[in-house]
């Protein structure tokens, strides 16, 4: 018995899926998944809460025409809404080059484990977490 409620508790620990399963929200309110690509995934998450993102969502703008030549670039907002996300674009002056989805509801935490927030998270093809990095370290990326 305490080995099927071991095998029980490991399975419902299991969401299953990748991070191109996840229903996000564009910044008009649509929901869209990631699209998969033939490159690595960056996949820049943050929230309005966390210090540091701001400096990051410019950064990635100034590097992206560089970035995007080795990867799929997207940034999730997590727990915001699009609403949120437009009023801080506005307010800070930043007009992305790489789409920035919202998630509401934090679906991405129960794919991901989030060590750090701001994160770099890259993903491989079949959307594979494969680093898990704090902001965004361009040493480690470029």
Known sequence: MRYFLLFFLIILSCSGGTVYDIKFLNISGN???I??????LLLYVWSGTCTGHTEDLKTLNKVYDELKKKYNIVSVAVFMTPGDIKELLKKEKINPK???LADPKGKLTEKVKLIFLPATLIF?????????LPRLPLNRIL
């Open 35 to 40: 699209k998969r690509s033939e490159k690595k």
């Open 31 to 33: 929901f869209v998944k």
């Open 124 to 132: 491989d093809k079949e959307g594979r977490l494969i680093k898990n």
């Open 98 to 100: 790489y789409p920035i």
